[in-house]
C-alpha cells in the first residue's frame, strides 16, 4: 500500500527537471520565518528573493509554481520594505528616491539602440541586443507615456543568447532597478 506524501508545489513531469525540492523547501522556510520576525529583523530582502536560485533536478519541484509563489513572496515583502521606509523617511523622501532611480534607468534607457549596455565580447555570448532593445522600448514607454506594463512583463523577459551581445549582468541590474521602481510606486 502506497502512502500519498503531500508537496506544496506540484512535482516537474517525469522526464523534465524540477527545482531541488530541499533547496525550495529550506529557502520558504527562511522566508517564513523572516516574515514572521520584526521588519528588518528577518535577514531576507525582496531583492534577495528575486535573486534566488535552485539546482535542477529529476522529480524536482514544478519551476512555474515555484516562480509564481516566488513573485508572491517578493511582492509581499517588497510591500513590507515600501511601508516601513516610508514610515521612517516619509512619502516625500521614499517617492523622491524611487523618482531618482527611475530618472536613472530612463538615461540608461534613452542611449542608443545597439549601444544601452556593454557588449561582451565577440566570443562571449550575452543577451541579444535587438531583444532587449525590444523591452527597452516597452520600458521607455512605461516612464515617459504611462503606457501600462507589469512587473511580470519584466521578470518574466527571456532574451536570446548571441555572440558579443549585451552583457548580462548589466542587464540584469538594471532590470532589477526597474522592478524595485515598479515595486516602490504600486
Known sequence: MMVAVSTPFPLSPQGQLGY?????DAFLARARSAYAAAPGEGGLTSAD????AFAMTKSGYSTGHVDAALERLEDAFA???RERARRQAGDDEWYG???QTAEEIVARLDRPEGHRFDRVGFLTAGYHPRDV?????????????GRALSIDDVRGSVFRAKRGGYR???????LD???D???AVR
Not at 531541488?20 to 525550495?24: F, G, I, K, L, Q
Open 49 to 52: 528573493i528575486r535573486r534566488t
Open 20 to 24: 531541488d525540492s530541499t533547496e525550495v
Open 181 to 183: 521602481v515598479m515595486l
Open 133 to 145: 532593445d525590444r523591452l527597452v522600448r516597452r520600458l521607455q514607454g512605461y516612464f515617459s507615456d
Open 177 to 179: 532597478a526597474v522592478v
Open 79 to 81: 510591500e513590507r520594505e
Open 97 to 99: 528616491g524611487a523618482r
Open 168 to 174: 548580462e549582468a548589466q542587464v540584469d541590474v538594471v
